[in-house]
């Protein structure tokens, strides 16, 4: 059993930056994908980043590629997203999960992760 909360939401202009955290309950890396996931008002859940089991390079969708960064503590207990450069399309809640992935990758499907958090509000003002 994973547990995970989310902090770090806020209200920005557009162009400013933003960090969210994640605390997990437990070691994060050891089986588990994590990843960072956003939901807009009346569309459906979209994957942000992922990064793998037992270390590697993190994944990122194609709309935050380069202005978001995946990143964990030594401890690989806190999960942290850095955003940069955002823009009024980037509002939505965020959210960071934990799951199996499949065959040993982490793809940006929900249905793959099966521990979220709460999630934290992300509000960009134009």
């Known amino acids: 059993q994973v547990q995970l909360l989310e902090s770090g939401g806020g209200s920005v202009q557009a162009g400013g930056s933003l960090r969210l955290s994640c605390a997990a309950s437990?070691?994060?890396?050891?089986?588990?994908?994590v990843g960072w996931f956003r939901q807009a008002p009346g569309k459906e859940r979209e994957g942000v980043a992922s990064?793998?089991?037992?270390?590697?390079?993190?994944y990122y969708a194609d709309s935050v590629k380069g202005r978001f960064t995946f990143s964990r503590d030594s401890a690989e207990t806190t999960l942290y997203l850095q955003m940069n450069s955002l823009k009024p399309e980037d509002t939505a809640i965020y959210y960071c999960?934990?799951?199996?992935?499949?065959?040993?990758?982490?793809?940006?499907?929900?249905?793959?992760?099966?521990?979220w958090g709460q999630g934290t509000q992300v509000t960009v003002s134009s």
């Open positions: 990064f793998p089991p037992g270390g590697g390079f993190a």
């Open positions: 437990t070691y994060t890396s050891i089986r588990n994908c």
């Open positions: 999960a934990a799951g199996p992935g499949r065959d040993g990758s982490c793809p940006l499907v929900p249905s793959l992760y099966n521990y």
